[in-house]
T-cell receptor
Framework: GQSLEQPSEVTAVEGAIVQINCTYQ??????LSWYQQHDGGAPTFLSY??LDGLEETGRFSSFLSRSDSYGYLLLQELQMKDSASYFC???????????????WGLGTSLAVNP | NAGVTQTPKFRVLKTGQSMTLLCAQD?????MYWYRQDPGMGLRLIHY???????AKGEVPDGYNVSRLKKQNFLLGLESAAPSQTSVYFC????????????FGPGTRLTVL
């Protein structure tokens, strides 16, 4: 089957660095994405990796290793407002052979403490 | 631009009642999706559409129907609501499947008693 695994909870302190890992198992692979969702809010797109390596966007970076079926989201200089759930998602070859859907992890709840 | 909007924001139904959730996007996106989100379950795809007049089933389609008569609108219908359909429903849209970037509406919180 197709699945993604990520930790359910992570706790860190303000100013620290935290890494949220995601391992995936899919038939076909068309890129790994990360989304952020605050409590009561909608998911918002953070990043996308189609090729191996690190992509940096401000305080957030995302990494992909296709050979290891693994990626991570790195959050630096943590702020209280970063407390949220973070979801990894991949576009794989779904049932019926199409690749138009995202497969989602169950999310990692990040708590940033003072 | 309003982006993706959803109507209504909240709704309480009794078992057996029907309702329609409306999703509208003003970004001229081809792809539209309906998800439900339950605690600890992440986002589960109900139905999706790859263009006007087309729809397809996602991973949890039972009990729901959809229509995409206009490119900018995607409707989700519950014919006979059940307590198991209590959830937060999100609509999303994307211009293409590249970058895996989907734009989400604010969600509809539905309770079925």
């Amino acid at each position: 089957g197709q699945s993604l695994e990520q930790p359910s909870e992570v706790t860190a302190v303000e100013g620290a660095i935290v890494q949220i890992n995601c391992t995936y198992q899919t038939s076909g692979f068309y890129g790994l994405s990360w989304y952020q969702q605050h409590d009561g809010g909608a998911p918002t797109f953070l990043s996308y990796n189609a090729l191996d390596g690190l992509e940096e966007t401000g305080r957030f970076s995302s990494f992909l290793s296709r050979s290891d079926s693994y990626g991570y989201l790195l959050l630096q200089e943590l702020q209280m407002k970063d407390s949220a759930s973070y979801f990894c998602a991949v576009r794989g070859r779904g049932y019926a052979g199409n690749n138009r859907k995202l497969i989602w992890g169950l999310g990692t709840s990040l708590a940033v403490n003072p | 631009n309003a982006g993706v909007t959803q109507t209504p924001k909240f709704r309480v139904l009794k078992t057996g009642q029907s309702m329609t959730l409306l999703c509208a996007q003003d970004m001229n996106h081809e792809y539209m999706y309906w998800y439900r989100q339950d605690p600890g379950m992440g986002l589960r795809l109900i139905h999706y559409s790859v263009g006007e007049g087309t729809t397809a089933k996602g991973e949890v389609p039972d009990g729901y129907n959809v229509s995409r008569l206009k490119k900018q609108n995607f409707l989700l219908g519950l014919e006979s609501a059940a307590p198991s359909q209590t959830s937060v429903y999100f609509c999303a849209s994307s211009y293409s499947v590249g970058r895996n970037e989907q734009f989400f509406g604010p969600g509809t919180r539905l309770t079925v008693l």
